[in-house]
């Protein structure tokens, strides 16, 4: 799954980070690398773009790029 296919209120790991060149660096320098935790937190009314907490701190990134970046989403806990 793609972190743009995340539910709002659902977390996940990074699992890979694709894209090339310039962007898939935007990415990592952002802190976007694999067996990073990341919970997508609000999606904005129109879809685009997505609010994502990780490493304590909120990032907002477009759906575009999101699609991008590979994530395994967790379990919920019962």
Known sequence: MTLDQLPVG??????AVGGEGPLRCRLLDMGLIPGTAVTVRKVA?????????????????????AA????????AAQ
């Open 10 to 15: 659902q977390s996940g790991t990074i699992t």
């Open 45 to 65: 009314p129109m879809g685009d773009p997505m609010e994502l907490r990780l490493r304590g701190y909120e990032l907002t990134l477009r759906k575009a790029d």
């Open 68 to 75: 991008n970046i590979t994530v395994e989403q967790k379990e």
